[in-house]
């Protein structure tokens, strides 16, 4: 099993920035994909970017492109979400999720199978 958790997140002004982190512990594998993802109230979990373990290729949801930037470690199986320019939109509860390493980035939620229990983001206007 695998376990994730994150931290970083809470209120923020608009324009402003803030760094997620999200850790992953247990059976982790020696090679892991990691992605966030994002949940706005009455909405469905949708992708937010996807870094692979092999190569380090990401991936980033067009109305984040050019604004946040993930970054991962492979050897301590972690993967941080730096947003900047954070928008009213962008307040969501934020997930980290985790797969096996594969040369393929996935962008689906039934991709992953490991999830944290998120973290809020809430963008002050």
């Known amino acids: 099993q695998v376990q994730l958790v994150e931290s970083g997140g809470g209120l923020v002004q608009a324009g402003g920035s803030v760094t997620l982190s999200c850790a992953a512990s247990g059976r982790t594998f020696s090679m892991t994909d990691m992605a966030w993802f994002r949940q706005a109230p009455g909405k469905e979990r949708e992708f937010v970017a996807a870094?692979?373990?092999?190569?380090?290729?990401?991936q980033y949801t067009d109305s984040v492109k050019g604004r946040f930037t993930i970054r991962g470690d492979n050897g301590k199986n972690t993967a941080d979400l730096q947003m900047n320019k954070v928008k009213a939109e962008d307040t969501a509860v934020y997930y980290c999720?985790?797969?096996?390493?594969?040369?393929?980035?996935?962008?689906?939620?039934?991709?992953?199978?490991?999830w944290g229990q998120g973290t809020q983001v809430t963008v002050a206007s």
């Open positions: 999720a985790a797969r096996a390493g594969s040369l393929t980035l996935r962008m689906v939620t039934n991709e992953y199978p490991y």
């Open positions: 870094i692979t373990a092999i190569g380090g290729r990401t």
